[in-house]
């Protein structure tokens, strides 16, 4: 080894002086710029799909907007999409135009999960064209009607949690003979095997010879309580169908079809999840156009 070669190894070789950094004074070290996220708060609402810009204006203007609770009046304001919390009259608008919320009106003999290890149908067939969605809540099997699906999990979390009071309604064909008393019973309630279950409202809707029509609408997310509660008071489901969730109505949903909810309903969603009631929105009509994986929404 040469002697220059001995010196690259040698460790002494090297000084420390050599190699000082000068420090720079906090005060002279470039602040980065910071990022601006706000926009006029017309645009911002236009862009979410609350009206037109001009008539975005026009609701502020008459004290129809608040940002963070605050009532705001001056068309110039802004707001930060990414943070802020604004209502319209009340409604909490949604700014994340990736968030999907959609309707399904789930068939018989359908698992309430996005992939069956068993195999058997699931809801994935429903929703090929979207990444990621997934069910508030469940359907047993054989239930049929609402179901709604979205990417987020916030929103979802919430509305399936029995503390946020969120009422679901169900509409159930039984057998025997059904009295106003069989449904002050399923309103007064009784213990299970799983414990207490009360309906919030229980109503006949049809009679008929040895079976009956009635209406049940409870805010329990427990596995397969309708039928279990009828099932106690001595009629047997024949049918079962979820009409209403919180704020969203099945409406003429077809069944196997999905649709986008509206920009209302989603509104409504977002009050419900804040266990505030919410009246609920007209559905759209179905027009036949939105079978299985075929949402209401343009095919690029």
Same mark, same amino acid.
């Given at each position: ?222 596995? !397969?309580?309708? =039928?279990?509660?009828? *099932?106690?008071? &001595? #009629? ?5 169908? %979820? $009409? ?34 919410? !009246?609920?929105? =007209?559905?759209?009509? *179905?027009?036949? &156009? #939105? ?5 209401? %929404? $343009?095919?690029?």
């Amino acid at each position: 080894m040469s002697d220059r070669d001995e010196d690259w190894v040698n460790k002494d070789f090297y000084d420390e002086d050599d190699y000082e950094t000068e420090e720079i004074p906090d005060d002279e070290i470039a602040e980065p710029e910071p990022v601006e996220t706000s926009v006029r708060l017309q645009k911002a609402l236009a862009a979410a799909g609350v009206a037109s810009r001009r008539a975005c204006e026009d609701l502020i203007v008459q004290g129809q907007v608040k940002i963070n609770g605050k009532l705001v009046t001056e068309l110039g304001s802004r707001v930060d999409p990414t943070s802020d919390f604004v209502t319209v009259r009340g409604v909490p608008v949604q700014f994340d135009t990736s968030r999907v919320y959609l309707a399904l009106n789930k068939p018989a003999g359908v698992i309430s999960t996005m992939a069956d290890e068993e195999g058997r149908p699931d809801l994935s067939q429903f929703v090929i064209d979207f990444d990621r969605v997934f069910n508030i809540g469940r359907l047993d099997a054989e239930t049929t009607g609402l179901l709604l699906l979205t990417n987020d999990g916030d929103l979802a979390n919430k509305l399936a949690h029995p503390s946020f009071g969120v009422e679901k309604t169900y509409v159930a064909r039984v057998s025997g003979d059904v009295t106003p008393a069989t449904m002050q019973k399923l309103i007064d309630g009784f213990e299970l095997e799983d414990g207490f279950i009360q309906a919030d409202r229980a109503r006949i809707i049809d009679v008929k010879r040895g079976e009956a029509l009635v209406e049940i609408i409870l805010h329990s997310g427990r596995n !397969r309580i309708v =039928r279990r509660m009828l *099932d106690h008071v &001595g #009629n047997p489901v024949l049918g079962l169908v %979820r $009409k209403q969730f919180g704020p969203i109505h099945l409406g003429t949903l077809k069944l196997g079809h999905v649709r986008n909810l509206s920009k209302i309903e989603v509104g409504a969603l977002l009050k419900a999840a804040q266990g505030k009631e919410e !009246r609920a929105p =007209r559905p759209p009509k *179905d027009r036949g &156009g #939105n079978r299985g994986a075929r949402p209401d %929404r $343009k095919r690029n």
